[in-house]
T-cell receptor
Framework: AQSVTQPDIHITVSEGASLELRCNYS??????LFWYVQSPGQGLQLLLK??????LVQGIKGFEAEFKRSQSSFNLRKPSVHWSDAAEYFC????????????FGTGTRLKVLA | GAVVSQHPSRVICKSGTSVKIECRSL??????MFWYRQFPKQSLMLMAT?????????EQGVEKDKFLINHASLTLSTLTVTSAHPEDSSFYIC???????????FGQGTRLTVV
């Protein structure tokens, strides 16, 4: 069955520190991969996506993610976290064909210490 | 970037009444739209896939008669929560995928409170 796992429910980092949010997926083939950010009471904002090609993807707000097929992972990284990055982060996969349904991970809540 | 507008952003209704939520793709056409429900501090759960001009496809466990979905045009899908009850209180989010392909874009969500 298709699934997305975000092992870390909560992560706390100091402002200026580096960040890595983990995402592992289970899928029959290479899916489309996404990272979204959600502020409290808000919708989702797309940070970046991977469809094909270069496995290191650059996104908005200084985020990047690396697709590793051998590890079925798509971890999100940022070299220096800002206080405004505090939010909930969701990893998602979507089927390459057919209905294009998204499956979301359970999310990782990021707290940034001043 | 592409914009998906969801309206209203917040709604409070009385138990037993119906509420309609609109999802519009403002600058692209979307053959397919999706409706999600998000409980507090939880992930998004897909409720249904809305296809323009045809019946929506509901996920297992989602009541079709309670959550009516209409996708009458390439830019508008609506979700109507019928005979709402307090347990229907939740955050509902729509997304729209451009007809030419690529990733889907999400609306800002609707906070429904049934009292």
């Amino acid at each position: 069955a298709q699934s997305v796992t975000q092992p870390d429910i909560h992560i706390t980092v100091s402002e200026g520190a580096s960040l890595e949010l983990r995402c592992n997926y289970s899928y029959g083939a290479t899916p489309y991969l996404f990272w979204y950010v959600q502020s409290p009471g808000q919708g989702l904002q797309l940070l970046l996506k991977y469809f094909s090609g270069d496995t290191l993807v650059q996104g908005i707000k200084g985020f990047e993610a690396e697709f590793k097929r051998s590890q079925s992972s798509f971890n999100l990284r940022k070299p220096s976290v800002h206080w405004s990055d505090a939010a909930e982060y969701f990893c998602a996969v979507a089927s390459v064909s057919g209905t294009y349904k998204y499956i979301f991970g359970t999310g990782t809540r990021l707290k940034v210490l001043a | 970037g592409a914009v998906v507008s969801q309206h209203p952003s917040r709604v409070i209704c009385k138990s037993g009444t119906s509420v309609k939520i609109e999802c519009r793709s403002l600058d692209f056409q979307a053959t397919t739209m999706f409706w999600y429900r998000q409980f507090p501090k939880q992930s998004l759960m897909l409720m249904a896939t809305s296809n323009e001009g045809s019946k929506a496809t509901y996920e297992q466990g989602v009541e079709k008669d309670k959550f009516l979905i209409n996708h009458a045009s390439l830019t508008l899908s609506t979700l109507t929560v019928t005979s709402a009850h307090p347990e229907d209180s939740s955050f509902y989010i729509c997304s729209a995928r451009p007809s030419e392909g690529g990733g889907a874009f999400f609306g800002q969500g609707t906070r429904l409170t049934v009292v």
